[in-house]
C-alpha cells in the first residue's frame, strides 16, 4: 500500500453528501486519503455523487466496489440495518472498515464482525468516538479527581423530533436533493436509539465505563410521519426509556424518543454528591479543557485533531474525525479510542433494552471495552 490510504465509500445518502464527502475530498487530506469510489444501488445517485466531488469510480453495490481493486479500506455509510452485511463482506474482502454509526444492530452481529477482523488481519473504527473529544476526556478526569464526590446518577438522551425529514438533502429534485428517510422509521436499524442516542450512551459509558444491566420499556408511539405528502409508516421503536445500572447502585436514566428530549441531555449529566456536570459547566461554572476556546467559537463537535481550518465550519466534522482516525490507523499503525469493542458494548445495551421491553425483565450486560 501506498502512502495514501484508496477510500472507497458506500452509501451516497445524506451522511456522504453532507459530510463525507465534503470534508475527504479537501485538498489539505489529498496527502492521506483519496476518495476513489462510491457506491450506491440508485446508481444515479453513485453517479451524481462521484460527478460533484471528483471521485473516479462509481459502482451500484459494494460487491463491485470491493471487486474493483480501486480501494484499500472502506467507510460503510448505508442504512444501519445494512452495515453488518456490508462490514462482514468488507472484512472477508481484507479492507479495512470504518462504520458509520451504528455498527451492526445486534450484539452476536457485532461479534461476528470483530472476530471476522482479528482472524484476517483488518483494522476496525466505528462512529461515534465521543472519547476523542478533549471535553469528555477531562469530565473522565474530573470525576477520577473526585470533583462530584461520590457519582449518584446520569441522564443523555435524544429525540428524533423531524430532523431527518427535514435535512437539507431531501425533498429536491435531483439524485443528491431528493433521499428519502424512510429506513430511519423501519426495521431492522431504525429508531432513534442506533442513530441519535448512539452519541450519548458512548459518552456516557466512555466516562463512567460499561454497564452492567439495563431496563426498559419500549415501542412505536409515532406511526407515521408525513414527507412532502408521503406517509412513511413506522415499524421500528420510535420511543425507549431505560435504566442502565453502571455497579454498586450508581443508575443512569437513557431515552431515544419520537420528539421532545430533554434540554442538554444530548451529551452526559453527570450528578453526584458535591454537584453536577452539565455539558461544559461544573456546578454551573464553566471548567477549561485543551481546545474550549475552539468549542465555544465553532461549536462541541470541532476540538477534535483532524478538524483544523475550513473542517471547523462544515457539517458532520465528527464523521470525518473518525474516518481520519482509521487512515491515521493504517498509514502509522496509531490505533485509536473510536473501537469496535466500545461500539459493540453499546450495541448491546440497545439490543438488551428491547429484550427488557419485550420480556418485562432487567438484562445482564457480557461485553466490555
Same mark, same amino acid.
Given at each position: 500500500?501506498?502512502?495514501?490510504?484508496?477510500?472507497?465509500?458506500?452509501?451516497?445518502?445524506?451522511?456522504?453528501?453532507?459530510?463525507?464527502?465534503?470534508?475527504?475530498?479537501?485538498?489539505?487530506?489529498?496527502?492521506?486519503?483519496?476518495?476513489? +469510489?462510491?457506491?450506491?444501488?440508485?446508481?444515479?445517485?453513485?453517479?451524481? +455523487?462521484?460527478?460533484?466531488?471528483?471521485?473516479?469510480?462509481?459502482?451500484?453495490?459494494?460487491?463491485?466496489?470491493?471487486?474493483?481493486?480501486?480501494?484499500?479500506?472502506?467507510?460503510?455509510?448505508?442504512? /444501519?440495518?445494512?452495515?453488518?452485511?456490508?462490514?462482514?463482506?468488507?472484512?472477508?474482502?481484507?479492507?479495512?472498515?470504518?462504520?458509520?454509526?451504528?455498527?451492526?444492530?445486534?450484539?452476536?452481529?457485532?461479534?461476528?464482525?470483530?472476530?471476522?477482523?482479528?482472524?484476517?488481519?483488518?483494522?476496525?473504527?466505528?462512529?461515534?468516538?465521543?472519547?476523542?473529544?478533549?471535553?469528555?476526556?477531562?469530565?473522565?478526569?474530573?470525576?477520577?479527581?473526585?470533583?462530584?464526590?461520590?457519582?449518584?446518577? +446520569?441522564?443523555?438522551?435524544?429525540?428524533?423530533?423531524?430532523?431527518?425529514?427535514?435535512?437539507?438533502?431531501?425533498?429536491?429534485?435531483?439524485?443528491?436533493?431528493?433521499?428519502?428517510?424512510?429506513?430511519?422509521?423501519?426495521?431492522?436499524?431504525?429508531?432513534?436509539?442506533?442513530?441519535?442516542?448512539?452519541?450519548?450512551?458512548?459518552?456516557?459509558?466512555? /466516562?463512567?465505563?460499561?454497564?452492567?444491566?439495563?431496563?426498559?420499556?419500549?415501542?412505536?408511539?409515532?406511526?407515521?410521519?408525513?414527507?412532502?405528502?408521503?406517509?412513511?409508516?413506522?415499524?421500528?421503536?420510535?420511543?425507549?426509556?431505560?435504566?442502565?445500572?453502571?455497579?454498586?447502585?450508581?443508575? +443512569?436514566?437513557?431515552?431515544?424518543?419520537?420528539?421532545?428530549?430533554?434540554?442538554?441531555?444530548?451529551?452526559?449529566? /453527570?450528578?453526584?454528591?458535591?454537584?453536577?456536570?452539565?455539558?461544559?459547566?461544573?456546578?454551573?461554572?464553566?471548567?477549561?479543557?485543551?481546545?474550549?476556546?475552539?468549542?465555544?467559537?465553532?461549536?462541541?463537535?470541532?476540538?477534535?485533531?483532524?478538524?483544523?481550518?475550513?473542517?471547523?465550519?462544515?457539517?458532520?466534522?465528527?464523521?470525518?474525525?473518525?474516518?481520519?482516525?482509521?487512515?491515521?490507523?493504517?498509514?502509522?499503525?496509531?490505533?485509536?479510542?473510536?473501537?469496535?469493542?466500545?461500539?459493540?458494548?453499546?450495541?448491546?445495551?440497545?439490543?438488551?433494552?428491547?429484550?427488557?421491553?419485550?420480556?418485562?425483565?432487567?438484562?445482564?450486560?457480557?461485553?466490555?471495552?
Amino acid at each position: 500500500m501506498s502512502d495514501i490510504v484508496r477510500l472507497g465509500i458506500i452509501g451516497t445518502g445524506s451522511i456522504s453528501i453532507r459530510g463525507l464527502l465534503p470534508h475527504l475530498t479537501m485538498e489539505d487530506v489529498q496527502d492521506r486519503v483519496n476518495v476513489t +469510489a462510491v457506491c450506491d444501488p440508485v446508481v444515479e445517485r453513485a453517479e451524481a +455523487a462521484a460527478a460533484r466531488f471528483g471521485v473516479p469510480h462509481f459502482y451500484a453495490s459494494a460487491e463491485e466496489l470491493l471487486d474493483s481493486g480501486t480501494v484499500d479500506a472502506v467507510s460503510i455509510a448505508s442504512p /444501519i440495518g445494512f452495515h453488518f452485511e456490508q462490514g462482514m463482506q468488507c472484512v472477508e474482502a481484507g479492507m479495512h472498515v470504518h462504520f458509520n454509526k451504528s455498527m451492526t444492530t445486534t450484539v452476536d452481529e457485532a461479534d461476528a464482525v470483530i472476530e471476522a477482523a482479528s482472524t484476517k488481519g483488518v483494522k476496525l473504527v466505528s462512529c461515534p468516538g465521543e472519547m476523542l473529544r478533549p471535553r469528555h476526556q477531562r469530565v473522565k478526569e474530573m470525576i477520577e479527581e473526585g470533583v462530584l464526590g461520590t457519582l449518584t446518577w +446520569a441522564v443523555t438522551g435524544a429525540a428524533f423530533g423531524r430532523y431527518h425529514e427535514e435535512e437539507r438533502v431531501r425533498g429536491g429534485s435531483d439524485p443528491l436533493t431528493n433521499v428519502n428517510p424512510a429506513w430511519y422509521f423501519r426495521k431492522p436499524g431504525g429508531g432513534p436509539l442506533y442513530d441519535m442516542t448512539v452519541y450519548g450512551l458512548h459518552s456516557m459509558t466512555g /466516562i463512567l465505563g460499561p454497564a452492567k444491566a439495563v431496563t426498559a420499556f419500549s415501542g412505536v408511539r409515532v406511526k407515521e410521519r408525513e414527507f412532502y405528502g408521503e406517509m412513511l409508516q413506522t415499524d421500528m421503536d420510535d420511543n425507549t426509556l431505560m435504566v442502565l445500572d453502571f455497579g454498586e447502585n450508581l443508575l +443512569a436514566f437513557v431515552y431515544g424518543v419520537a420528539a421532545g428530549g430533554l434540554p442538554g441531555t444530548d451529551r452526559p449529566l /453527570i450528578f453526584g454528591t458535591k454537584g453536577v456536570i452539565n455539558g461544559g459547566m461544573l456546578n454551573g461554572e464553566p471548567y477549561d479543557y485543551p481546545g474550549r476556546e475552539i468549542d465555544d467559537a465553532y461549536g462541541t463537535q470541532t476540538a477534535l485533531p483532524h478538524v483544523v481550518g475550513a473542517h471547523r465550519d462544515m457539517e458532520e466534522a465528527h464523521v470525518y474525525e473518525d474516518v481520519m482516525q482509521l487512515v491515521d490507523w493504517i498509514r502509522e499503525d496509531n490505533p485509536t479510542t473510536s473501537t469496535a469493542e466500545h461500539a459493540r458494548h453499546v450495541i448491546e445495551v440497545f439490543d438488551a433494552a428491547y429484550r427488557s421491553a419485550e420480556t418485562g425483565q432487567a438484562q445482564q450486560l457480557r461485553t466490555t471495552f
